[in-house]
Each structure stands twice: as structure tokens, then as C-alpha cells.
């Protein structure tokens, strides 16, 4: 039977052909044909890893104390020797990198407000467009791991995510211009102990770890630590000039074993 499909409406032409498509009786088994696979073309397109180091001082030679950079990245990639910077502050940078401009086209001057920060890269509406939006909007998955901008996120909005990003991992104060936990130090020759208002501790072993790459806080002698906490609670009572030099206290008693040469300042 033939159906006078051709001067249809659009909308009943599709109402015919689904039904058709509904109704038609499913074919015999002994005369079903596996339908030739469709070969669907490899996105060829390839992926993007970005991996974004911050405050490597020259003059410190922070790179030197940094084996597995220099051995990573640095001797497995590309050096510009010529390469500079307009303003050598995290924030700038940061956005020089998501909008490829440069500060004074973009307009963020330093890492806090009102010249600078995240407050100040929100304010000119400059997350509407980055290097994020771009790859979304060439089919991309772009996904952030670690800081973002100094001052994010806003009090106000802790769980604001800028446009183009697919997945999201940053920290909820990783700028310096937010509230930090207090802290007190103390380093020798031998050790290096930090106590934080969080209730954390660092303990470095300067000697086989002077890089300072694992904590051994956790898992440390019971006495060294009460030493290292009773001698840092010591610098409590110093003040003026007498806090200057480590001589000026009196170093608690420790075991033989635990012999901590202290360090003038």
C-alpha cells in the first residue's frame, strides 16, 4: 500500500514514520541480520596537562632544593632563557594565564584588593572568558586541581565555580590574604618542629631530610617531641634583644640520645 507521505505536514510526517516504526512486526529469527557496525571517527584531539609551579625564586636557587622538578619537568621539557615577566606577582600571573593578556590589559595590578585578587578579577567580569571557557567551549573537560586565585573564594559564596570548569578542586583558603592558623617554630642544627593554633604539628628531620619532605610528627619519640615542645614554649618568656640570640635560653634537658645543638640567629 502506498501513503501519500509527500505534501504532509513536518509534524505528521514524523507522526507516520514513528508509527510505522512502532508497528512494524519484528522480523523471524531464521532470517535476522546483524547490522553492520558503524565506524565512528577517534577524536584525534589531544589532551592538555598543565602543570602551574609558583614562587621559584632565582636568586633563592629554589629550584635547586626541587630534584624531582628539574628531573619531571625542567630536563624533559623546554627552557626560555629570555622569558619575562610584567608583574612577578602570583595573582597577575595567574591571570595573564587564563585570559592570555597581559596586566595592564586585563587590569589585575596585585594579589589583593582593590587593584588585585580574585575579588578584583570577579569585578571585571573577566572569569567569563578564560582559557577554561574556551576549551568547554571546544568540547573540552577542563578540570582545576589546587589554588585558583588569590582571595578565592569570596566569605560570601565559598562554593562559587567559575564558567568552563567541568570538575573543580580547590582549596577553601589558599591565598595569603585569608585567615592562616597561628603558628610557632622552632629550628636547630638537628630538627625542625612547628607547632600550629590548629592543634598540628611538623617535626623535620634537617639532618636526613633537609628538603623537609616528610613529617615525622606522627610517629615520633614521645620524649623529643615533649622536649621540643617544653624548649619552644620556653621563647614564650624571652622579649626584646633577649630573643634575639638562642643562647639567651636555656635549652631543657633532653636525653643522651636526643641532643639538639640549637642554632643562633
Known sequence: MRYPLIGMPPTMLLLVIMLFI??????????????????VAADTR??????????????????????????????QGTSFSQAFVPISLCCPSRASLLRGQYPHNHGV???????GGFQRFQELGLEEQTVATALQGAGYRAVLLGKHLNGYPDPA????????????????????????????????????????GTGEREL?????DPYELK?????????????????????????????????????????VTIALPMVRQ
Not at 580547590?170 to 612547628?194: C, E, F, H
Not at 623535620?204 to 636526613?208: E, P
Not at 615533649?226 to 633577649?242: E, F, I, M, R, T
Open 22 to 39: 512502532v508497528q512494524a512486526p519484528a522480523p523471524a529469527p531464521a532470517t535476522t541480520q546483524a547490522l553492520a557496525p558503524v565506524a
Open 109 to 115: 595590578y596585585t594579589n589583593g584588593p582593590a587593584t
Open 204 to 208: 623535620y628531620d634537617l639532618v636526613t
Open 46 to 75: 589531544p589532551n592538555i596537562l598543565l602543570i602551574l609551579t609558583d614562587d621559584l625564586d632565582l636568586r633563592l636557587g629554589s629550584l635547586g632544593v626541587m630534584p624531582n622538578l628539574q628531573a619531571l619537568l625542567a630536563a
Open 215 to 255: 613529617n615525622l610528627a606522627a610517629g615520633a619519640d614521645p620524649q623529643l617531641l615533649a622536649a621540643l615542645q617544653s624548649w619552644l614554649a620556653s621563647y614564650g618568656s624571652c622579649a626584646g634583644a633577649g630573643c634575639r640570640s638562642a643562647d639567651a635560653i636555656t635549652a631543657p634537658s633532653l636525653p
Open 157 to 196: 559564596a565559598e562554593r562559587f565555580i567559575p564558567p568552563g570548569w567541568s570538575e573543580w578542586y580547590s582549596p577553601a583558603s589558599d591565598n595569603a590574604a585569608a585567615p592562616r592558623a597561628a603558628y610557632q617554630g622552632l629550628r636547630t642544627a638537628t630538627y625542625k618542629y612547628v607547632e600550629y
